[in-house]
């Protein structure tokens, strides 16, 4: 069931913040489970305390919730009371003086150039599918989009003269990415001989790459030819359907890339978020000295 403050404070989050849609299904997800823990003990998102709040928290991680996501939720939390206090719903913000749990920061794991090339030449481009994973692999290994990015990329975003794709990301912000010969020349190819089939004579869709349905693919489906084609590559890393997004990422600043125009080409706004791949390049150029370098 709906909660209308929930609901009041995340439109008022996509007027504020033009945050995606799974952002704020994610959101909407943990706050409406806060709100049902509240009310099995008489109490609302309105009367919560911070004793709540800890308790809260404390029973998620009892329950496996990991650091990261419990910090995610009290972020979540702190934007709820900070709206409410600022529309006088509440006198006083239960969520504060309350600290973050130690998190840490993991490295993305990524694949290495020849993991990729493998990855690149596992779908079988003989079939109009095959053709269409081709295509979108290139397409993703070349400009890093995230997969919302791409499944829902349309034909008006691509510029194939110029040799650049204009993507809306998160916040709504714009940005031009190039694209590569290589992907180009794939995402040709199957336009020219690949997307009709897939498209069930829905012509006038203006999906780049639609599912075998003729409709915008989701992103689970995607992930899951991904796993596929992974499988048929021999890749037994741990894949995320961020992963070569992260390759993009790394392999660029692995072969000198600058760091800001890395930020740029990710749509990240803020610095901070790119420069863990430092580390992943770090780690890299480690591994490397160990293996080769005489005294290594």
């Given at each position: 069931?709906?909660?209308?403050?929930?609901?009041?404070?995340?439109?008022?989050?996509?007027?504020?913040?033009?945050?995606?849609?799974?952002?704020?299904?994610?959101?909407?997800?943990?706050?409406?489970?806060?709100?049902?823990?509240?009310?099995?003990?008489?109490?609302?998102?309105?009367?919560?305390?911070?004793?709540?709040?800890?308790?809260?928290?404390?029973?998620?991680?009892?329950?496996?919730?990991?650091?990261?996501?419990?910090?995610?939720?009290?972020?979540?939390?702190?934007?709820?009371?900070?709206?409410?206090?600022?529309?006088?719903?509440?006198?006083?913000?239960?969520?504060?003086?309350?600290?973050?749990?130690?998190?840490?920061?993991?490295?993305?794991?990524?694949?290495?150039?020849?993991?990729?090339?493998?990855?690149?030449a596992a779908p079988d481009v003989s079939t109009s599918l095959g053709l269409r994973d081709r295509a979108m692999l290139e397409v993703l290994y070349a400009t890093g989009l995230r997969v919302t990015e791409l499944v829902t990329l349309q034909l008006t975003q691509v510029?194939?003269?110029?040799?650049?794709?204009?993507?809306?990301?998160?916040?709504?912000?714009?940005?031009?990415?190039?694209?590569?010969?290589?992907?180009?020349?794939?995402?040709?190819?199957?336009?020219?001989?690949?997307?009709?089939?897939?498209?069930?004579?829905?012509?006038?869709?203006?999906?780049?790459?639609?599912?075998?349905?003729?409709?915008?693919?989701?992103?689970?489906?995607?992930?899951?030819?991904?796993?596929?084609?992974?499988?048929?590559?021999?890749?037994?890393?741990?894949?995320?359907?961020?992963?070569?997004?992260?390759?993009?990422?790394?392999?660029?600043?692995?072969?000198?890339?600058?760091?800001?125009?890395?930020?740029?080409?990710?749509?990240?706004?803020?610095?901070?978020?790119?420069?863990?791949?430092?580390?992943?390049?770090?780690?890299?150029?480690?591994?490397?000295?160990?293996?080769?370098?005489?005294?290594?």
């Open positions: 069931m709906n909660d209308p403050l929930i609901d009041q404070y995340l439109d008022a989050l996509w007027l504020e913040k033009g945050l995606s849609q799974n952002t704020l299904d994610s959101y909407r997800r943990d706050l409406r489970h806060f709100s049902d823990w509240l009310i099995q003990r008489s109490r609302s998102l309105l009367t919560a305390r911070r004793e709540d709040i800890l308790a809260y928290l404390a029973a998620r991680m009892s329950q496996g919730l990991k650091s990261r996501s419990t910090a995610r939720c009290l972020s979540c939390l702190r934007g709820l009371y900070r709206y409410l206090l600022r529309e006088n719903r509440i006198s006083t913000d239960p969520s504060l003086r309350i600290d973050n749990p130690r998190t840490g920061r993991p490295l993305p794991d990524t694949l290495t150039e020849a993991d990729v090339e493998a990855l690149l510029n194939l003269r110029q040799g650049v794709v204009r993507v809306t990301g998160k916040g709504s912000k714009e940005r031009l990415v190039p694209l590569g010969e290589e992907a180009i020349n794939w995402m040709i190819r199957f336009v020219n001989e690949g997307r009709a089939g897939l498209l069930k004579g829905n012509t006038a869709s203006p999906v780049l790459f639609p599912s075998s349905h003729g409709r915008e693919m989701t992103r689970q489906t995607f992930w899951h030819r991904i796993k596929l084609h992974a499988r048929t590559a021999d890749i037994r890393k741990k894949l995320s359907p961020h992963t070569l997004r992260h390759a993009f990422a790394t392999h660029l600043l692995n072969h000198g890339a600058d760091l800001r125009v890395v930020q740029l080409l990710l749509g990240h706004s803020d610095l901070s978020t790119t420069q863990i791949y430092t580390h992943v390049a770090r780690q890299r150029m480690k591994e490397l000295h160990q293996v080769h370098h005489p005294r290594g």
